[in-house]
């Protein structure tokens, strides 16, 4: 199970873009996530008028390493790690560290 997923809102806690929040938009592979507006790069594309595509500089945000973000707490308002609880009816959620509530809800 994963500790951060699609649609999670996460914070980044190391790296250029520390301090910022965002959404996580999907999962590269296990390690890396793209995050919405976080470590945003400029990439200089060719026009294609076969695609309909126009040339010039686009802003593309780039995987971030799950290791330099965690999970936003709505109750702490801050960054929180995450842990797992089996509930009675057996089945595995994910929990805040600090206050021990649900993530999904």
Not at 10 to 26: E, F, N, Q, Y
Not at 32 to 37: K, Q, S, T, W
């Amino acid at each position: 199970m994963q500790r951060i997923r699609k649609g999670d809102e996460v914070v980044v806690i190391s790296g250029r873009d520390k301090g910022k929040r965002g959404t996580v938009l999907r999962r590269v592979d296990a390690e890396f996530v793209v995050v919405e507006g976080v470590n945003r790069v400029k990439k200089h594309t060719r026009p294609n008028p076969m695609k309909g595509l126009t040339g010039g500089i686009v802003d593309k945000d780039m995987p971030i390493h799950v290791s330099n973000i965690a999970l936003f707490n709505p109750a702490t308002k801050k960054a929180d790690r995450v842990g797992f609880k089996q509930l009675d009816d057996g089945r595995k959620v994910r929990v805040f560290k600090s206050n021990g509530e649900q993530v999904d809800v």
